[in-house]
DNA sequence: ATTATTTTTTAGATTTGTCTAAATTAAAAA
DNA sequence: TTTTTAATTTAGACAAATCTAAAAAATAAT
């Protein structure tokens, strides 16, 4: 069983992944609020636990058994958030830092009993997918908005960025999940996008486009 | 803002309030299953936050800003058992530890939406009372029913005693919360009580009668 | 291929909450 | 009232997670 501290490490190595592997002791310090010196000296401690594999000077890899851990608490997180946002009303860009202390209670009864109360969701208020039990992943293929053509036509299922000003902001735009949308023009000088959405014609810069996932 | 241990240093005293104010070292250290050098060095701490009041060999009492804190952690605990129970299908015997991590969870806003999800709730599936957010209780009269005489009836309405072993043999006798009972005979050989609940006669000990509250 | 820069690690200190063992105080018994 | 016992506190140590400052390694620049 791994410390709340040791969760989040796994958390950050196992999103930070993606981007980058192996992952940078200076880019788990950025994300975790935290020195460098601290990261070195918790990947040590996940290291003899087996849950990264570490080569000192080069950065970390999830092992199978940290990876599986990982995906648990993002599972974890993201049915919190569904749950904050379809039954207690949360809007959301408010769920993210409740959902970062509810993801870290111990319970395996709770997260089935939540994932059942909830009805199976496949993705969270952010169009992340969340994996079963085992750790599977629905397999979702999304598109970004920015790299849509004129003319093309699509349906918000994501984002790729959860800050709170940035949520605000679609959410101010209308730009929601499910919500239908046209690309009817690309503006040459600044990369900007005009679009079609419920018969508004809106504009957004190219910086909001790249991080709206679009699925045709 | 307290840390999660501070906190269970805080709910225990206010539980231990109840018995005996002041309340001594040795019944913190019990309850909270560490050394009494251990809770001396916490006492001083929440001593200095003002939150208890402390004098040397005598025990500590909880200031009007300790009890607030202790009051809104029991709230949330309650709150969360409560939905577990009701939305997760847990069983009364289950909830306990759960919502011992889940009271921690610190946001405003998540507790406030949960009492409104869970339509106000007044007591917990173990019958005791729900502090609302301002700290207040309502007012509920129990007798133990260990009190009872022969031929009085009542309806179950708490416990004052929480493990799962003992409130497995409640349920397993059909004696959970709402059910009318009446005394049809207390035996003096053992002080054991003779119950009629819904047409059939059940006998239970005196140590179980004690731990049944009974309002009329 | 050196030198300079960036990244990472080590060494030693700090904080929180805990512990053991010894000392102190209070309460109970003689 | 003195002695014995029980409860509590102090002193000093420890583990987890963090930090600063200095050293070491890797990478980039000249």
Redesign the interface.
Known sequence: MQSFTEENYLKIIYHLSVISNPVQTNSIAERIQTKAASVTDMIKKLSDKELVNYVKYQGVTLTEKGKLAAINIVRRHRLWEVF?VE????KWD?VH??AE??EH???T??VE??D??LEFPKVDPHGDPIPDQYGNFADLSFVKLSKLKTNEKGTITGVSEHSSPFLKHLEKLGLTLGKRIEVSEIIDFDGSVELLIEDRKINISKEVAKHILISK
């Open positions: 904050l039954k207690l009303n949360f408010q830092e409740v202390e509810l209670i111990k319970s009864l709770l009993r939540l059942e109360f």
